[in-house]
Each structure stands twice: as C-alpha cells, then as structure tokens.
C-alpha cells in the first residue's frame, strides 16, 4: 500500500514537473505590465490607452524628420479641386494590422502585441477592436476592412459564428458613434476553413456552396449594417490545381450564380454598396478563375454581371499575373471597372503574395495618373492590404509603416499632378498618335474604313514613316517629376 502511494505521489511530482515545462515553453506573455495597460481575463476590458507611447498623427512637412509624422500627406490641403483625405480615403486592413502574427512557413511568431491574451475569444476580440478604433483615430483615418472571421471567432456552428459576429459588430457600432469611421469594405473569409478546401462557390460540394452563400450573406449584412460603402468577393481557393479532375465550365458557371444571389440579396436588403471581385492569378490555387483584370472583366461580361460589379486591384496581385499595379489599373479604368485599391507591393525577387506597403514613389504616381483619369475611386478607396515584415515587432512599427505607405502614395498624387499639369507627357502621347487625327484616322475609329477603301489608301501612301516612340524622352520626364 506504501509502496503504491509512493508511485502515485512520484507520478503526480512527474505531472507537476511537465506542465511546469509546458508554461516555461510557452509563448512568451503578450501583456507586459510595463507598457501602460493591463489585461483583465475573460473581459474586452483595458486600462488605459492600447497605444501610450504614440501621439495623434500629424503633418508637419517634407523637411521633417519624425518618423511619427506625415511628411507628404496632408489630409484638408486641396488638390485639383478635392483634399488628398478625399483623394485616398485611406484604409486600415484589419487581418493584416490586429490578426498578423509574422508566422511563415519556416518559423513561429514574432509579434506579441501587449493587448493580446494568446486566445480567440470573444472577448478578445472585442478588444481588437477597441484598439483599431484607436489605432485609426491615431493615424487621421476613417476607413478599415475585414474579413468576418478575423474580427470575431468561428463557432462550432453557423449559428454560433454569427453570434460570435454579432457582438463584435455591436461593439464596433457603439464606436462608430461620434466619428467618421466606418468600413471602406466587408468581406467573407472563404478560404482559411479546411471545408473550403475545394473552395466556396466553386466548391465540388454543394453544402460547402450553400455554406458559403449563408456566410457571405451574413457579412453582407453587417458591412450594411456598418455604414460599409463596399463588399470585396476575394477568391483565394476558387479555381483549381489540375484540370484533371475539374469540370471548370461548372464551376465557372456555379461562380457566376453565386454572383448572381449575392446582387440579388444586397438589392433586397437595399445595400447601395459597391460590389467588387479582387483578382489574383494563383496563390493558394495553381490558378485562380479571376486570374487579372481582363479576365474578370471578360467572365462578368460573358455572364451578364458587368453593370453589377466593379474590381479591386492590388498592386501585388498584378504583380504575380505578369503585369504592372500600371496595367491592371488602366485595363480597370478603361473598363469602367476601377473601384478599390489594395495598396501594397510585391518583392522583385520573390514569387509570392508578400504584402509589403507601398514604398516606391514612381509606381505610386503611375498608380496616382490613373486615379485622377478616373476622376478618383469614391465610394472605394486605399487599402492597406500590407503587413510588417515579420522582423518588424514593436507596437510603433504598425504606425510607421501605414505612415511610410500614405505618404508614398500622397507624393504620387503630387509628382502625378505635375506631370500632368506640365503636359510634356501628354503632349508626347498626342504627337505619337497624331497620324490618328487625319480623316483617314478619323474614319477607321468611328468604323467607316473597309478593307478595299485601306487597301486603295495604302497605295496612295506609298510605304510608310515610321517616328520614333521616343520612350527615353518619356522616361526621363517622368523621372524628372520625382
């Protein structure tokens, strides 16, 4: 009997021992009591401010060497007859910003936010929000984006999540009051559960299809109910990895309802917003079904969705189909297609979606010229679809980055509105096509030249002159903008 009590006490001091080396093998706390707050289990409650150590956020000039401080974005200054708040209407991606951890593929996370309890409570969320709220009125800025998943937890039922929802919607409401802020857009998280593995509305299974329909009109509903100007359709795993096994014509078929219910629904709940695909070529997918913009320009034509719907083109996106964030957006423009901007980059050197922050100030005032072409983006906007580097890790990093981002792009629209202004640029285009401006040309564009009449013209002409394109003269008075 002694001998019996004594394994059983060596068993429990063996137990003891191993949950003592699971706590020290931890994840390091995520609430440090030297940083001016202070969490409260089971509570959305915090003491103090969630960001003590930075001011408001203001512009103080191109000479400044705050790195707190706007050099180039100066919110209420008016450009071509519109303030640069109104220009941008910059927003903060809420998954990025308050969900990103710096895990990859190869390694842990890095960040440890000091209002984070290491759970994906309720409650926790609740004080995500808190502290986006904060967050933007800090920055000067109006808008963010989410993903319904990333601001409130999935359940173990639809019921559950939306309930889940709910009550951080309800917070988010409440502190909406007495502010501008609100949801540049909403969107589904169709992509993270392993039941989309197959993908939402292009799914093999037609239960993850309904699935899908029942959680996008729930986030439907809350960006609505909001004050959301927009609601993003982002296609992460609608396409394929090999045709083999993939009746494509289906399931493009089966997308393009799903697209026709969800127009369908946000007409009855009367939700003005703007409905707007994201495209991307691949990544999680081999190939993604809105691979660019003309691709989805051409399935929104083909089904009958092209008055209902407008894109949302992100620079990195544009970037892995081949082309230029330039590119994407002038066939979005001439498309009539333009809607939203995901501000980011890629890495030249990388063949993945790195979501890095705008930092290049010449593809920021390409991105601005087609902007003002468009006559701006309202009721879209800029969003910070960007993240840290996972080597970035302190709480100031979030604003320096946003920062860094706003005034990249607030010197595109400067440098763009001097290149345009100036019209050496324009004037260039102009004398390249001014062949077009004959009454030949003139009759070729409004379709009134055939084949026999060309062909009688051609031998009157004789061979052709063929002018120089002059692109070095081009680039360089582009560069001299900067």
Same mark, same amino acid.
């Given at each position: 009997?002694?001998?019996?009590?004594?394994?059983?006490?060596?068993?429990?001091?063996?137990?003891?021992?191993?949950?003592?080396?699971?706590?020290?093998?931890?994840?390091?706390?995520?609430?440090?009591?030297?940083?001016?707050?202070?969490?409260?289990?089971?509570?959305?409650?915090?003491?103090?401010?969630?960001?003590?150590?930075?001011?408001?956020?203001?512009?103080?000039?191109?000479?400044?060497?705050?790195?707190?401080?706007?050099?180039?974005?100066?919110?209420?200054?008016?450009?071509?007859?519109?303030?640069?708040?109104?220009?941008?209407?910059?927003?903060?991606?809420?998954?990025?910003?308050?969900?990103?951890?710096?895990?990859?593929?190869?390694?842990?996370?890095?960040?440890?936010?000091?209002?984070?309890?290491?759970?994906?409570?309720?409650?926790?969320?609740?004080?995500?929000?808190?502290?986006?709220?904060?967050?933007?009125?800090?920055?000067?800025?109006?808008?963010?984006?989410?993903?319904?998943?990333?601001?409130?937890?999935?359940?173990?039922?639809?019921?559950?999540?939306?309930?889940?929802?709910?009550?951080?919607?309800?917070?988010?409401?409440?502190?909406?009051?007495?502010?501008?802020?609100?949801?540049?857009?909403?969107?589904?998280?169709?992509?993270?559960?392993?039941?989309?593995?197959?993908?939402?509305?292009?799914?093999?299974?037609?239960?993850?299809?309904?699935?899908?329909?029942?959680?996008?009109?729930?986030?439907?509903?809350?960006?609505?109910?909001?004050?959301?100007?927009?609601?993003?359709?982002?296609?992460?795993?609608?396409?394929?990895?090999?045709?083999?096994?993939?009746?494509?014509?289906?399931?493009?078929?089966?997308?393009?309802?799903?697209?026709?219910?969800?127009?369908?629904?946000?007409?009855?709940?009367?939700?003005?917003?703007?409905?707007?695909?994201?495209?991307?070529?691949?990544?999680?997918?081999?190939?993604?079904?809105?691979?660019?913009?003309? =691709?989805? !320009?051409?399935? $929104? +034509?083909?089904?009958?969705? *092209?008055? %209902?719907?407008?894109?949302?083109? &992100?620079?990195?996106?544009?970037?892995?189909?081949?082309?230029?964030?330039?590119?994407?957006?002038?066939?979005?423009?001439?498309?009539?297609?333009?809607?939203?901007?995901?501000?980011?980059?890629?890495?030249?050197?990388?063949?993945?979606?790195?979501?890095?922050?705008?930092?290049?100030?010449?593809?920021?005032?390409?991105?601005?010229?087609?902007?003002?072409?468009?006559?701006?983006?309202?009721?879209?906007?800029?969003?910070?679809?960007?993240?840290?580097?996972?080597?970035?890790?302190?709480?100031?990093?979030?604003?320096?980055?946003?920062?860094?981002?706003?005034? =990249?792009? !607030?010197?595109? $629209? +400067?440098?763009?509105?001097? *290149?345009? %202004?100036?019209?050496?640029?324009? &004037?260039?285009?102009?004398?390249?096509?001014?062949?077009?401006?004959?009454?030949?040309?003139?009759?070729?564009?409004?379709?009134?030249?055939?084949?026999?009449?060309?062909?009688?013209?051609?031998?009157?002409?004789?061979?052709?002159?063929?002018?120089?394109?002059?692109?070095?003269?081009?680039?360089?008075?582009?560069?001299?903008?900067?």
């Amino acid at each position: 009997m002694i001998q019996t009590m004594k394994k059983v006490e060596i068993l429990l001091l063996l137990l003891c021992l191993n949950a003592a080396s699971f706590l020290v093998s931890a994840d390091p706390p995520t609430c440090p009591a030297d940083l001016g707050g202070k969490c409260s289990d089971g509570s959305d409650d915090w003491e103090g401010e969630f960001f003590p150590e930075i001011p408001q956020i203001k512009y103080e000039g191109p000479s400044s060497k705050n790195p707190l401080a706007y050099r180039w974005y100066n919110a209420e200054e008016e450009i071509l007859g519109k303030k640069m708040k109104d220009w941008f209407r910059f927003s903060v991606a809420f998954w990025h910003t308050f969900r990103g951890t710096g895990g990859d593929p190869f390694g842990a996370a890095t960040k440890y936010w000091p209002w984070e309890d290491g759970t994906n409570s309720v409650a926790m969320a609740k004080r995500r929000m808190r502290a986006n709220f904060e967050f933007l009125k800090k920055l000067g800025v109006d808008w963010w984006c989410f993903h319904d998943r990333d601001i409130a937890p999935d359940g173990n039922t639809l019921e559950e999540s939306n309930k889940n929802l709910d009550e951080v919607i309800e917070l988010a409401k409440e502190l909406q009051k007495g502010s501008k802020i609100r949801p540049l857009w909403g969107t589904a998280q169709l992509f993270l559960h392993p039941r989309y593995m197959h993908g939402g509305a292009t799914s093999s299974e037609v239960g993850v299809y309904a699935y899908a329909a029942a959680q996008v009109k729930k986030a439907m509903e809350v960006t609505h109910y909001l004050g959301g100007e927009n609601y993003v359709f982002w296609g992460g795993r609608e396409g394929y990895q090999t045709l083999l096994n993939t009746d494509m014509g289906r399931e493009l078929d089966h997308m393009a309802r799903f697209f026709e219910a969800a127009v369908a629904y946000k007409k009855k709940i009367g939700f003005n917003g703007t409905l707007l695909i994201e495209p991307k070529p691949q990544e999680p997918t081999k190939h993604q079904y809105d691979w660019d913009a003309a =691709t989805a !320009a051409n399935f $929104l +034509r083909k089904y009958g969705l *092209i008055d %209902e719907f407008k894109l949302n083109i &992100e620079c990195n996106h544009a970037t892995l189909s081949g082309h230029t964030c330039h590119h994407e957006l002038e066939t979005a423009r001439l498309n009539g297609l333009l809607g939203n901007i995901d501000a980011n980059t890629g890495d030249a050197q990388t063949g993945w979606d790195t979501d890095q922050f705008l930092t290049d100030v010449g593809e920021a005032t390409m991105v601005m010229m087609s902007v003002i072409r468009n006559g701006g983006i309202a009721p879209g906007g800029f969003n910070f679809d960007a993240k840290l580097r996972r080597e970035s890790t302190d709480v100031e990093d979030l604003f320096i980055a946003h920062i860094s981002g706003m005034d =990249t792009i !607030a010197r595109g $629209l +400067r440098n763009a509105v001097k *290149i345009l %202004e100036e019209g050496r640029l324009s &004037e260039l285009v102009r004398k390249r096509y001014s062949s077009w401006d004959s009454e030949i040309g003139k009759q070729i564009e409004e379709g009134k030249a055939d084949f026999e009449y060309l062909e009688k013209k051609a031998k009157e002409f004789g061979e052709p002159k063929v002018p120089s394109a002059k692109q070095e003269l081009a680039e360089m008075i582009f560069q001299s903008a900067m």
